[in-house]
Structures are given as C-alpha cells and as structure tokens.
C-alpha cells in the first residue's frame, strides 16, 4: 500500500450516522465548523511560528492541557482569550477565523500607493452641492430589531 493510500481517510457510510448527522441543528453545525476551523488555524499559527503547544501555555499562563483542549476543536473561545493567542501568534482575531481557501483570496481592495502631492481646488464634486440638501430630523430613535422580522419590516 502506498503512503498516499494509508494517509486518506476513508468514506464510510451508514444509515445510522446520516440520520445523527441529519439531527444536528444548523445553528450546531455552524457552531462546531468554526470551533474545528479555530483550532486548526491556531495549531496551523503555532507550527508557522514554530511554537510547541507547552511553549504556548507558557506565554499565555496556562496549562498545556487547556491548550490541547483548545486545539481539539471543542472549545467554545471567549473573545478574550482569542485575543491573547491573536497577540501571541502575532496575528488578528480574523485571521484565526479564516480558513487557508480565505487567506489566500485576493481581496476585493486596490490599494495604491501616492508618489507625488497633487492640489486640489475644488474638493467638492461639481454636482454635490451641500446648501441645496434637505436637512432630517430624527424625530425618535429608530428600532432595532433581531431575529425573526414581522413581515411588516422587512
């Protein structure tokens, strides 16, 4: 057998598992595809960095055992605690929630680069004309909702 073969995991099927699977409510499902994508992306930050997960409880003041439970995929983060091991890898909590299909998407941004200054005269745009724009005023604060929305505000 070759080694490309020995490292695949294998498909299997079963009617049993299709139904547990088919249970799960999709809310748990976004849950734990990104609990699993974290942990992958941090495990992916410490191996670039070549940091060990001991060296990484170290910096952080924590067990070794916490962070192999972080890297299980289970574990439900706090913003704080994404936010050290953001600091410690040397990267942003978004990067953390990426996957590497993600980060190596272009971005939709140009960014340019200005070499030489260029004075403008007239900063206003020849159509826009601030005088001749209606004033509003908020007569109440507007109502935010969440959730399910009634017809009637969608």
Same mark, same amino acid.
């Given at each position: 057998?070759t080694?490309?073969?020995?490292n695949?995991a294998?498909k /299997?099927?079963?009617? %049993? %598992?299709?139904?547990?699977l +088919?249970?799960? &409510? &999709?809310? !748990?499902?976004?849950?734990?595809?990104?609990?699993? *994508? %974290?942990?992958a992306?941090?495990?992916?930050y410490?191996?670039?960095?070549?940091?060990?997960?001991?060296?990484?409880?170290?910096? *952080? $003041?924590k067990?070794?055992?916490?962070i192999?439970k972080w890297? $299980?995929?289970?574990?439900?983060f706090?913003?704080?605690?994404l936010?050290? %091991?953001a600091f410690? *890898?040397k990267?942003?909590?978004?990067?953390?929630c990426?996957?590497?299909?993600e980060?190596t +998407?272009k971005p939709?941004v140009?960014?340019? !680069?200005?070499?030489?200054?260029? $004075?403008? +005269?007239?900063?206003?745009?020849p159509?826009f004309? &601030?005088?001749t724009?209606?004033? /509003?005023a908020?007569t109440?604060?507007p109502e935010? *909702? /969440?959730?399910q929305q009634?017809e009637?505000y969608?």
């Amino acid at each position: 057998m070759t080694m490309a073969k020995m490292n695949r995991a294998r498909k /299997y099927t079963s009617s %049993i %598992i299709e139904e547990i699977l +088919k249970s799960i &409510p &999709p809310l !748990q499902k976004e849950r734990t595809k990104y609990r699993m *994508l %974290i942990a992958a992306r941090i495990d992916d930050y410490l191996q670039e960095a070549g940091i060990n997960k001991t060296e990484l409880a170290r910096r *952080l $003041s924590k067990n070794p055992s916490e962070i192999t439970k972080w890297l $299980s995929g289970t574990h439900n983060f706090t913003i704080d605690t994404l936010t050290e %091991i953001a600091f410690e *890898l040397k990267v942003s909590i978004a990067d953390l929630c990426m996957s590497k299909k993600e980060m190596t +998407k272009k971005p939709d941004v140009t960014f340019i !680069q200005i070499t030489d200054t260029v $004075s403008i +005269k007239n900063p206003i745009t020849p159509w826009f004309d &601030p005088s001749t724009m209606p004033s /509003y005023a908020m007569t109440k604060e507007p109502e935010i *909702l /969440y959730g399910q929305q009634n017809e009637n505000y969608a």
